[in-house]
């Protein structure tokens, strides 16, 4: 597996009345050939609006990428022209967005829209086109695919219409997927059916995946990478079980603590907590850790001092946190404080 993304230093803004929004804040990440990454974070912390940068889809203005790129292949997506990015999107990436009821035109049957990005990315006939619609459809699963090229999305149901997504997601074998929070508005069996038939796809197909979600679940069912969000920053990233196991960062830890578990019995974990406070306000200039205000573990150097995206010390050579505090150290300090 080589490298297939490279994301470096990442930065982009939005210049509104009100002021800077500072919606991503210097990320940098590199996803493998046929990795899944999951890109959790509450709402607001950048997660869409740094996979829409990589695709050029930021309103300029008000947006603004102030800084970075993004190596694809070779390629730095930041610098591509409009022309050069839309072979781009829906070609070598593929997309799958939260409401396909606004992907979807309306006006058209599912056959034009699907056979549409055959013909423009992979330059088939017609006839070329309409065959491999059908087998894409087989593929996520459409009953009577041939027939149903003629129906118009209204006449899906929203499982339905998510799965004509995924197959124009994938209809021109993408080297990578983006899928952002893809199936939030479904209902959790659906979801379910959707999230295996994309493992199922991915093992046919061998693509990358950008997974974004809100639902550690979701990750957990998913991905072979956590990526924690806040602040438009990454404060951890690693393979999702030590993650998972061996939590080092306290938004992280707030994250998995707000779940219910039930391997557990009572502890800490056994309870389903809340993570106390607001959301940054991300007009302010970011200084030192952006989750340092919630973080009943945040130290003086927290609030003064950013801390760097570094190996995590005696882990997993994967695992990167940014902290300035010993999570490990500050959890055990406070069962002893709590005990006494
Ligand atoms: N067009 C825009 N104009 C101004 N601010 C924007 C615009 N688009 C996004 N933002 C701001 O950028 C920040 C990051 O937003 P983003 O959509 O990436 O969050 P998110 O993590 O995807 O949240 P959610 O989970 O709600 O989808 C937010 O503060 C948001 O208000
Ligand atoms: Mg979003």
Redesign the pocket.
């Known amino acids: 597996m080589g490298a297939l993304l490279e994301v470096k230093n990442l930065v982009t803004q ?1 210049h ?1 009345q009100e002021g800077v ?1 500072h ?1 991503v804040n210097d990320v940098s990440y590199t996803l493998q050939e046929g990795e899944t990454l999951g890109v959790v ?10 996979v829409l940068s990589m695709l050029g889809l930021i ?1 300029m203005p ?2 603004k990428i102030a800084n970075g790129e993004v190596l694809f292949d070779g390629r730095d997506l930041v610098t591509l022209s409009d022309r050069e990015i839309r072979q781009v999107r829906g070609g070598e990436i593929g997309m799958i967005f939260q409401d396909p009821m606004t992907s979807l035109n309306p006006v058209l049957t599912i056959g034009t829209q699907i056979t549409e990005a055959l013909k423009i990315h992979l330059h088939m006939s017609e006839t070329e086109a309409t065959n491999r619609a059908v087998e894409l459809l087989d593929m996520v699963g459409i009953p009577d695919a041939r027939r149903r090229l003629r129906d118009y999305p209204h006449q899906f149901s929203g499982g339905m219409r998510q799965r004509v997504m995924i197959a124009i997601g994938i209809s021109c074998n993408p080297k990578l997927l983006i899928a952002d ?1 893809p199936t939030t508005a479904l209902d959790v069996t659906i979801q379910a059916q959707i999230i295996e038939l994309v493992k199922d796809l991915k093992k046919q197909i061998g693509m990358a995946i950008i997974w ?1 979600t ?1 639902d550690l679940g979701v990750v957990a069912g998913i991905a072979d990478t956590i990526q924690v ?1 806040y602040g ?1 920053r990454i404060l951890e990233r690693g393979p999702v079980e030590e993650v998972f196991k061996d939590t080092r960062n306290a938004y992280t830890l707030g994250l998995l603590n707000s779940l219910p578990r039930l391997d557990t019995k009572g502890g800490a974990r056994g309870r389903l907590q809340q993570i106390v406070g607001s959301p940054p306000d ?1 007009i302010i200039e970011p200084k030192g850790d952006p989750f340092a205000p919630r973080n009943p573990y945040a130290t003086p150097r927290c609030f003064e001092e950013t801390p760097p995206l570094r190996h995590v010390d005696g882990g997993h050579p994967d695992h990167l946190v940014a902290a300035w505090y010993d999570l490990r150290e500050a959890v055990k300090q406070q069962s002893v404080e709590e005990a006494v």
């Open positions: 939005f509104t929004v919606a974070g509450e709402s607001g912390s950048g997660k869409s609006v740094h309103p008000p947006g929070e974004i809100h969000m438009g991300m």
